[in-house]
């Protein structure tokens, strides 16, 4: 019988030791890096957008001041930026200038001058706190009393605002605003951006 022979065939292009297969693995490696940088270039463009939006949200809202009580600090038509992270941290203090809904929904500005559980009064055109009277170093006087004529005690969670403009603000003195909750308020008012030839820090 006729015993035939066995051929060997070599084929280049399926042996890793050869130019094509390093060729191969070089462009595998390749594509690999090029997904890399494009998933690394996404994460970085998320995370950019996210603390965009957080700064945004917690410190750049901006609220337009209407009408004149809190003048002169604050005047009709300035725009002042509002932080909203502040209070989940800690509580509201006394002299904070905040922004407050009213029961009506529209927000207002004023300035924190009662704590929670304080008993607040006004006797002879001054402010008095638990009997005491209020320093207000550049603040006006209180004409006008109103339902602190007689005391006016704070719940555990309510606070008393006033307008810096005390004759002209529509505040914690009547009736239709009240004591303020500490869910009514939104935040805390910490810079002026309009108009810029006064663009400050609110004190």
Not at 12 to 33: D, K, R, S, W
Not at 144 to 149: K, M, P, Q, T
Request: overall charge negative.
């Amino acid at each position: 019988m006729h015993q035939g022979t066995i051929k060997h065939i070599y084929c280049p292009f399926f042996h890793p030791n050869t130019e094509a297969g390093v060729n191969l693995e070089f462009y595998q490696i390749e594509e690999t890096n090029s997904l890399r940088k494009a998933i690394g270039w996404i994460v970085d463009i998320v995370v950019v957008i996210s603390m965009a939006w957080f700064v945004g949200y917690g410190f750049g809202t901006q609220v337009r001041i209407a009408g004149q009580s809190m003048t002169p600090g604050l005047r009709g038509e300035d725009v002042v930026l509002m932080d909203r992270l502040t209070y989940d941290f800690t509580d509201p203090a006394r002299f904070d200038v905040v922004v407050f809904e009213r029961e009506d929904h529209k927000s207002n500005v004023k300035r924190i001058i009662a704590l929670p559980g304080e008993v607040v009064q006004v006797i002879d055109n001054r402010i008095y706190i638990d009997g005491e009277p209020l320093d207000e170093e550049g603040l006006d006087q209180v004409i006008l009393a109103g339902i602190a004529e007689n005391p006016v005690t704070l719940g555990e969670d309510e606070y008393f605002l006033l307008g810096d403009n005390r004759d002209q603000s529509e505040d914690s003195r009547f009736a239709n605003v009240g004591n303020v909750r500490r869910e009514q308020i939104q935040g805390k008012v910490w810079l002026r951006l309009l108009p810029l030839v006064d663009i400050g820090l609110v004190e």
